[in-house]
């Protein structure tokens, strides 16, 4: 079966496939990474499968090869039959089969609780030549008595209980009758740690991709390969093998001592997590993988770096690939820098469409660049017909922002800058709000927007969920005031939506501005010289005379059925005006040809300097972008914007900015039939605009806020 996964992947495996165990049931594994020594994750069946591992397999497959398997009873593996038992050895020698399969004659593994390390500690000692080190978190190993919490439970697991609060959901009866409730219970107790809902969420998911029937198999307390502790401890004491024990300090699984003790039996490093639950490899990604790539060995990347002596400011640029104009505010303001920090060299780590138009533009992108997972690819994957929900987009492309932020932590850490700027790159900001450790230079942060918003579509749920987001924003940022050295909003106090963060939080504009430096909007463009539209459609190609319109999407694929829409409309408006002509902007993710042969009708792909195109314009129909309808609010070019159904920062903080500067009311996707659509068209290519003028200099004044950072001691 499929994982009930939620968003893309950060990286497909190399090879995947099935191995038989002693049972004969099919075990499905995979395969990541080329590297000389071979990590195997560790699955912690049947109640979850091995895309627990999502946060580390990415950063880890950069640097070794990494091996996962879904245990028994869950995943894409078999399940028993319910009513045989499982073998006291059966998830040692699950192991031994996975790497028997994979080639794998020794590893390091890495594992969680009592089914993910108890196999790796037998294992290392009966056969240790196949165990390089073991990495054991939360270990569940029956060294003493459960926590008190869990006893009862455990004393009455078989029994018919009247209620079931709490820990008395731990009951046969209760987990038969309803699996969803017990998991969502214990992974609520797996994850004590504030703001940990799409933590919960996954694993839930993950554990309702198994069966009721095989986890009931596996709900024994004592299962262990040793009859008792003093057999465990026998055990223990034949492991010759590195092994670190990693526990929390809040975990609501296993009790504490259990985890010194199984340290003190093995010799091995015991390490605590002040704070952390039980599920750390979730909660704590960046810090896990860290902990992992220096147990198994480290290892430096492979990617060109600077070499001799540096004699110039360096900076470091992250641009959001949502939406190219990021990039082109972002390149305003790097060459600003420039010209103010004489010498400065600015690179960016960034990935496609943002690589295409930083090429052409003659910036640098880092060769780091390439280790990217897709960002673009998960808008994609999200997209419906002219629909995006920003904010669940954004909260399911976790496992993508956890492995970039692995990329830009290898970068800074193997290479010296003088300031890193993130212009809406989630991963940064987050990451180094949860890690500030991380930080070694200065960080400037910037957005052109503050604070995420439920859509009403989602109800009460979602208005939660954004509530926590933003509150967890909140005590990042208050709680950690000098991490980042500078806050910028693209754009002015008055930009900001007049609400709140959510129920019992502060007003957003209130607590932006307190917070934020305030440049202006950033144009990549003087507006003084795109005035002469005559001279600028000689220049680009188009008729002088004839009315042109153009349609633009931006740099996802999401915007095909806007097209399609206005394709149709442009040609009821073409039996009024048979002289129009339309350009239809693809982009660079969806194919002009679909657009062939329409009479008046032109469609290109990238076009590198858009602005200028649209300066000439006589109407544009866009999405609710916040970069290209500022740009037209600049160029006094009139325009249609619809946007995408459910997107918040398009129907909320884009729609508010524009009102602010005069455009008129964005159009309802659902009500802009062709027939609706044609009539609106010809009535905005007649009608004068009046915009408020916006400013010049925003990227010169930007820059003016971030080169302090740069030329002091």
Known sequence: MPYSDTGMRARLPDASGYARNR??????????????KTIVLMPCNPIV??????????????????????????????????????????????????????????????????????????????????????????????????????????????????????????????????FRGFMEFFFGEMYPEPHSTKQIEDSVAYALDGRVESFLMDDDEDKVAAADEQEIAAVCAQVRSPIVVVMGTRDNCQPFERARRTADLTGAEFVVLDGSGHIPMARRPILVNRMIRKFAGDR??????????????????????????????????????????????VEWLAQAPLTTLLEEAGEKVHAASAELASESAHVDLEAREHELHAFQMIRRMDEILCANFGVFMDVVKQENFDVWIADEGWEIDYFLHEEPDLKTAPYVWMADFCGFLP???????????????????????????????????????????????????????????????????????????????????????????APLVVASVGGSAVGIHLLRRVAAAFELLRREMPDAELLLVCGPRISPTEFAGLAGIRAVGYVHDLYRTLACCDLAVVQGGLSTTMELVANRRPFIYLPLRNHFEQNFHVAHRLQRYGALPPTDYDEATPETLAAQMRDRLRAPVRYVPVEAGGAARTAAFIAPLLVRD
Not at 28 to 34: D, I, K, Q, S
Not at 486 to 495: K, N, Q, R, V
């Open 23 to 36: 049972d004969g049931l099919r075990l499905y594994y995979e395969v990541f990474g080329r590297g000389d």
């Open 49 to 178: 499968h091995s895309r627990m591992w999502k946060g580390q397999i990415h950063y880890l497959a950069r640097h070794f090869r990494v091996v996962t398997y879904d245990g028994v009873g869950n995943g894409m593996s078999d399940h028993p039959d319910p009513k045989s038992l499982f073998s006291q050895l059966t998830y040692m020698n699950d192991c031994i089969t996975v790497m028997d399969a994979t080639d794998t004659h020794a590893a390091v593994l890495v594992g969680l609780c009592h089914d993910g390390v108890w196999p790796a500690i037998v294992l290392a000692a009966s056969e240790p030549e196949r165990v390089q080190g073991i990495m054991a978190f939360a270990p569940g190993i029956r060294l003493g008595p459960p926590l008190a919490a869990r006893a009862t439970a455990i004393a009455k697991f078989a029994e018919e209980l009247p209620s079931h609060d709490g820990w008395l959901k731990f009951n046969h009866h209760y987990i038969a009758n309803n």
């Open 300 to 345: 430096a990347v492979s990617w060109p770096a600077t070499i001799g002596p540096r004699k110039n400011k360096r900076a470091i640029l992250i641009s959001s690939p949502i939406g190219l104009g990021h990039a082109w505010r972002d390149v305003a303001i790097a060459r600003e820098l420039r010209r103010q920090v004489p010498d400065l060299e």
């Open 455 to 545: 859509m009403p579509s989602g109800g009460e749920h979602e208005e939660f969920l954004v509530t926590d987001l933003n509150a967890q924003m909140i005590e990042h940022v208050d709680g950690n005031r000098g991490l980042r050295d500078l806050s910028i909003f693209i754009g002015d106090p008055a930009d900001i939506v007049p609400r709140s963060f959510g129920p019992g939080l502060p007003s957003i504009r209130e607590w932006t501005e307190a917070r934020y430096k305030f440049p202006g909007y950033v144009l990549p463009f003087d507006p003084a010289t795109l005035r002469d539209r005559m001279a600028l459609r000689r220049e680009l190609g188009f008729h002088p005379d």
